[in-house]
Nanobody, 114 residues
Framework: VQLQAFGGGLVQAGGSLRLSCAVS????????MGWYRQAPGKQREMVAL???????TYADSVKGRFTISRDNVKSAVYLQMSSLKPEDTAVYYC?????????WGKGTLVTVSS
């Protein structure tokens, strides 16, 4: 399974970005998809996860600002980010869990200026 994330960039605080992650095969059978991020000097942390049935979970730091979604037809997972803060600056990675194996994309950089 290959993942390609894109949509990162430079945005001012308070702005919005939408990250997309294209998956190389059908996601109908993939139970868990999500986004993690890693800020400079910090450990990678979970941002949002979505399971096959559509239930999602978020890190407390992004609740109410970020929305994760998946498109089974396009084999993609998205992260809509709003009200961005400088502390959201990080490399964002999409991930899927498929047959017990976790796959990671290369990441896309999001920089939020104050």
């Amino acid at each position: 399974v290959q993942l390609q994330a894109f949509g990162g960039g430079l945005v001012q605080a308070g702005g919005s970005l939408r990250l997309s992650c294209a998956v190389s095969e059908s996601i109908l059978s993939i139970p868990v998809m999500g986004w993690y991020r890693q800020a400079p000097g910090k450990q990678r942390e979970m941002v949002a996860l979505i399971i096959r049935g559509g239930t999602s979970t978020y890190a407390d730091s992004v609740k109410g600002r970020f929305t994760i979604s998946r498109d089974n037809v396009k084999s993609a997972v998205y992260l809509q980010m709003s009200s961005l803060k400088p502390e959201d600056t990080a490399v964002y990675y999409c991930t899927v869990v498929h047959y017990g194996v976790t796959y990671w994309g290369k990441g896309t950089l999001v920089t939020v200026s104050s």
